[in-house]
C-alpha cells in the first residue's frame, strides 16, 4: 500500500538557519503530494502541494519539489524562524489532484531558537 | 468562515466504556473525513463522507467504531467498547466536493485517554 516516510526529529535550528525535512513516498499511479503543519495548540493546516511530477509547491518561504524519480518532496526553507516551530507532515493522495484518502508520514517536530 | 468544529477537546474514559466525538464541518462542505492519530504517529484515515453516505471506511475497525453524518452536515464517530490502544487525538477534516485541489480543514481534534 501507499507509505510515506520522513526524517524523524526533533529538529533544533537556530533563528535564519537553512531547513531541510526529508519525505520519501512509495505509490502506485500518479499521487498528489502535500506537506501539512501543525503550530501548537492548533490543527493541522495545509502548507504546500503539488500535483504531478516535477512541480514546485511553496508557501511562507518553504519549498518542495515533486521529484518522481526520486520518490521525494523534500520540504526547504532558507531562513527559519522561531515562529516556524511546529510539527511538519508530509502526505499523498493516491489521486492527481485532490486530498482525498491521506497517507500521513509520523511528523517531523522542529524548533527554532534565538 | 469558521472552522472545523469539534468536541469535546478532552476525554478520559476507562477501558470498556463508551465514548462518542463530535464534529461540525465548515458550511457547505460536502466530504467529511474521520482521523486517527496515535501520540508519535501521523493521522490515519478512519471513515469519509460524501453528503450522508460512506465513500471509505475500510481502515475503520467496525466490531467496535461506528461512525454516521446526519442529514449530510454533523458527523459523530463513537466508540463502543474502549480499549487502551483507542487512546489518540481524533480529527475531524472536510473539504469541498468537486473542486479539484480543494484543501482538507482540520478541526482541533479531540484527546481520548482511556485508562
Known amino acids: 500500500g501507499d507509505s510515506v516516510t520522513q526524517m524523524e526529529g526533533p529538529v533544533t535550528l537556530s533563528e535564519e538557519a537553512c531547513l531541510t525535512i526529508?519525505?520519501?513516498?512509495?505509490?502506485?499511479?500518479?499521487?498528489?503530494l502535500f506537506w501539512y503543519v501543525q503550530y501548537p495548540g492548533e490543527g493541522l493546516q495545509l502548507l504546500l502541494k503539488?500535483?504531478?511530477?516535477?512541480d514546485k509547491g511553496s508557501n511562507k518561504g518553504f519549498e518542495a519539489t515533486y521529484r518522481k524519480e526520486t520518490t521525494s518532496f523534500h520540504l526547504e526553507k532558507g531562513s527559519v524562524q522561531v515562529s516556524d516551530s511546529a510539527v511538519y507532515f508530509c502526505?499523498?493522495?493516491?489521486?492527481?489532484?485532490?486530498?482525498?484518502?491521506?497517507?500521513f508520514g509520523t511528523g517531523t517536530r522542529l524548533q527554532v531558537t534565538l | 468562515e469558521a472552522g472545523v468544529a469539534q468536541s469535546p477537546r478532552y476525554k478520559i474514559i476507562e477501558k470498556r466504556q463508551s465514548v462518542a466525538f463530535w464534529c461540525n464541518p465548515i458550511?457547505?462542505?460536502?466530504?467529511l473525513y474521520w482521523y486517527q492519530q496515535i501520540l508519535g504517529q501521523g493521522p490515519k484515515l478512519l471513515i469519509q463522507?460524501?453528503?450522508?453516505?460512506?465513500?471509505?471506511d475500510s481502515q475503520l475497525p467496525k466490531d467496535r467504531f461506528s461512525a454516521e453524518r446526519l442529514k449530510g452536515v454533523d458527523s459523530t464517530l463513537k466508540i463502543q467498547p474502549a480499549k487502551l490502544e483507542d487512546s489518540a487525538v481524533y480529527l475531524c477534516?472536510?473539504?469541498?466536493?468537486?473542486?479539484?485541489?480543494?484543501?482538507?480543514?482540520f478541526g482541533n481534534g479531540t484527546r481520548l485517554t482511556v485508562t
Open positions: 526529508n519525505c520519501t513516498y512509495t505509490a502506485t499511479g500518479y499521487p498528489s
Open positions: 458550511s457547505g462542505h460536502a466530504t
Open positions: 502526505a499523498l493522495s493516491p489521486y492527481t489532484g485532490t486530498a482525498s484518502k491521506l497517507t
Open positions: 477534516a472536510s473539504s469541498l466536493e468537486g473542486i479539484p485541489d480543494s484543501p482538507l480543514h
Open positions: 503539488a500535483t504531478k511530477a516535477d
Open positions: 463522507f460524501q453528503n450522508n453516505g460512506v465513500v471509505d
